[in-house]
């Protein structure tokens, strides 16, 4: 996270991941606005793209071809990606509250985070029903329908509820893509039964009679019961019951009927509509407050009221980035009106599909060919990044700022002396650090909240104390997790010794900004840490704040372990016979290398963080319980650094079986396509340390045991009678990548101490 040269000055906060937003990142990310950052808060990392759901859902389209990856378009973009959940607005400080994480500060705020199905009115809807949205939710149904009617030996029974153009699609596309599944185990496709129910009169209501004539055509063509009028109003398990009182049987019951705001705006301060859609003006931003804008599907023009199709979230992206950039330069605003008719290309799951435009219509294979071409081509802007220049000089800011600011900022920019003069300001400090609540210890007698220059500790009676440190830079964007695997990187060594953490000391870098900006990176990342250090029973007791270009942060950890002789865990003791154990997966080296260059999916840094934020405590608690011999975690020198750190105070040799390794998502698709660490070459030179190293350096996973490990699983050596019985209760504990990697063999002839199984 560096500064670039220019401080923080304003903060954009981007609430969702809709179609107007991915805009608004694209747009911000080919021309950035200087002193401007922006953070971006979405549950899920991969957004989809509405208009190809079907198409998916089909068949003809993969996930990754529908889905525009979120969090590398938000570091295309400069922006910060939290993959967090807002569930509240607090209008007067201007905070984004979260799930499970401290509320995130604004100075403009965008909400564009689409609409969910209403069932809260029918009664078993929400308990029974699989509502079409959010897609990410439904998604997961879909694939375990999919599963359920592969093994299903009977007729399978399917209800669609809506009938506007959603439903229609959805029902269409799920139809085609079962039918060719069966049709591919040998089984006779009619052993599907589709019902599609809506309360209008008619399908499509909002499209021209040749259109609705059209669909009517295709669904009965295809077997599709259609119920018109046939409002539901009771689902239970396995049945639905209109108000016409008919009642129908369905194994799975999917809801695409009329859309409805999240609930938690209810409660934001901002005006709704009936619906619950947040009320805007055209210029985007809220009736209720001026600094908060709205956009797609949970935007409700008031002047210009439409359907909600994804057309207009599509077209309010580029004015509202542009009214996004204004508002924060103290310009003023443009208007948007939108048109008054769209085009809607409605497929038949099929690859055929519909046009329709006013009193307009018209079909065809080459139709489903034009929407094609139309939806890769608008995919292609956000999944064909082009190469940006990072390192341009700092330019100045056209952001506007009071007195105050504008002298805070000239400070942060002003060249700094050495020493106390790049501390961060006591007032800034105390108020972040004041909101943060440490464990408590009888054996901390001064600690974080205490005036005193220093922490004081006791060691207790019978106890040696253990010592350790580290300190690294931020690889991720979102300075709370970065907190949490700063802290569980730093807590390794600790449990890797089979010690009980008890105090931690901080030394932060934070980049110059406003000092509300410094105020809020340095509690969202305390927070994190002091999470990770409360959980260990770790008390953070003080640190060291400065200022720097890039954002790190490192701990002094003490622990605790019984003076009375009672072995360790260390790196030396490993014995002949022993099996080796490794508690989490590697490639988190490879993968944010990647991740730097843009060329990492966000799943797979996704399932790296969970990871890395995953401590070692219990794990090796469970190690030490089935004897475990030696025993370190892994860091920056790979796993094969560390394995030789072993071996040698050991007098041992090692057996290292590739394909028994647990690897992260991805790692291997980096790895092979050459992006390595920084430190992967001074980790080369341990090759030498490989009995058969020429034998397996084409291996795909050979260059993994060289890649360093941020808070990386834990390495032990583990009586052989007794490995099975451990690796069954780390699983338990929640380390589910844990395996047996090797063993340890008697010390050869020869200089190399590690021979690689390749098979």
């Known amino acids: 996270m560096k500064s670039m040269g220019q401080p923080v000055l304003r903060d954009i906060i981007l609430v969702g991941g809709g179609h107007s937003h991915v805009a608004v990142l694209r747009r911000f990310g080919m021309h950035p606005l200087p002193g401007v950052r922006l953070t971006v808060i979405c549950r899920d990392t991969h957004t989809p793209y509405s208009g190809m759901l079907p198409g998916y859902i089909a068949g003809h389209y993969s996930y990754d071809e529908v889905h525009i990856d979120l969090a590398r378009l938000a570091q295309f973009a400069g922006a910060r990606f939290f993959r967090a959940e807002a569930v509240g607005l607090d209008l007067g400080a201007g905070r984004v509250r979260c799930r499970d994480r401290p509320p995130v500060p604004y100075d403009r705020l965008s909400v564009n985070i689409g609409s969910t199905p209403q069932m809260t009115n029918v009664a078993g809807a929400a308990e029974y029903a699989v509502p079409v949205k959010p897609i990410n939710g439904f998604d997961a149904r879909w694939r375990l329908l999919l599963d359920r009617v592969r093994k299903h030996a009977g007729i399978t029974r399917i209800a669609v509820v809506g009938g506007g153009a959603g439903g229609v699609e959805l029902t269409l596309a799920m139809q085609y893509r079962l039918r060719n599944e069966l049709r591919g185990l040998g089984r006779d496709p009619d052993d599907l039964s589709f019902r599609l129910l809506t309360s209008d009169a008619d399908i499509l209501p909002t499209h021209n009679a040749s259109v609705r004539r059209a669909f009517r055509r295709v669904l009965a063509a295809r077997g599709v019961v259609l119920h018109c009028d046939a409002e539901v109003v009771d689902v239970s398990a396995a049945r639905l019951r209109t108000a016409g009182g008919e009642t129908l049987d369905a194994d799975e019951i999917v809801w695409v009927t009329h859309a409805a705001g999240a609930p938690w705006l209810r409660e934001s301060g901002l005006a709704l509509d009936a619906d619950g859609f947040i009320q805007v ?138 020493g106390c003069g790049a501390k961060v300001g006591a007032t800034v400090l105390s108020r972040a650090l004041g909101a943060l609540h440490p464990v408590e210890r009888d054996d901390v007698l001064i600690g974080l909240h205490a005036p005193d ?52 000391t901080a030394i932060v870098t934070v980049p110059p900004g406003l000092e509300s900006k410094v105020e809020d990176v340095l509690l969202q990342m305390m927070s994190g840490a002091v999470e990770v250090f409360n959980d260990a029973g770790c008390a953070l007791v003080g640190g060291h704040t400065g200022e720097g270009e890039e954002l790190a942060l490192g701990f002094a950890v003490n622990g605790l372990v019984d003076a009375d002789g009672t072995p360790l865990m260390r790196k030396s003791g490993m014995r002949p016979g022993d099996a080796l154990i490794l508690t989490k997966p590697i490639g988190t080296g490879t993968l944010f290398a990647a991740h730097a260059r843009l060329e990492a999916r966000g799943r797979w840094i996704d399932a790296a963080l969970v990871s890395m934020c995953q401590s070692n405590r219990l794990a090796a608690r469970c190690l030490r319980e089935h004897g475990a011999t030696a025993c370190t975690d ?28 647990p690897v992260l998502e991805g790692a291997e698709e980096t790895s092979a396509a050459g992006i390595l660490s920084s430190l992967q070459p001074a980790n080369l030179r341990l090759r030498r340390a ?35 019985a451990c690796l069954r209760v780390l699983r338990e504990l ?26």
């Open 690 to 724: 490989l009995r058969n190293q020429q034998d397996a350096v084409r291996h795909p996973r050979y260059p993994l045991i060289f890649d360093p490990q941020t808070a990386g699983g834990l390495l032990a050596s583990i009586p052989a009678d007794r490995a099975d």
């Open 281 to 418: 003006t055209d210029t985007l931003q809220t009736v209720t407050d001026s600094n908060v804008f709205a956009a797609g599907d949970i935007a409700s023009m008031i002047e210009y009221p439409r359907e909600k199709a994804g057309v207009f979230a599509v077209r309010q992206g580029p004015p509202l980035a542009e009214n996004l950039r204004r508002a924060v330069e103290g310009r003023a605003l443009k208007a948007y009106r939108p048109q008054s008719r769209w085009l809607a290309l409605i497929s038949t799951g099929d690859r055929f599909a519909v046009a329709s435009r006013g009193a307009i219509g018209f079909e065809g294979a080459w139709v489903w060919r034009w929407k094609d071409w139309i939806d890769r081509r608008f995919m292609a802007k956000f999944n064909q990044l082009p190469a940006m220049e990072h390192d341009a000089p700092a330019a100045s800011s056209p952001v506007k700022l009071d007195r105050e600011e504008a002298a805070q900022a000239v400070s942060a920019i002003a060249m700094r002396c050495g």
């Open 453 to 504: 220059d220093a922490a004081v500790v006791r060691v207790p009676k019978g106890k040696a104390m253990v010592h350790t440190v580290d300190f690294f830079r931020a690889i991720v964007d979102d300075p709370y997790l970065f907190g949490k695997v700063a802290a569980n990187h730093a807590l390794g060594d600790i449990f890797a010794m089979g010690a009980e953490a008890q105090s931690a």
């Open 734 to 759: 929640g380390y589910m990548h844990a395996a047996v990697i090797g063993r340890v063999l008697n010390q050869g002839d020869a200089l190399a101490p590690v021979f690689l199984v390749l098979e």
């Open 634 to 661: 892994l860091t920056g020198f790979g796993l094969l650094g560390h394995l030789v750190e072993m071996t040698r105070p050991s007098g041992v040799d090692a057996e290292l079986k590739l394909s028994a390794l």
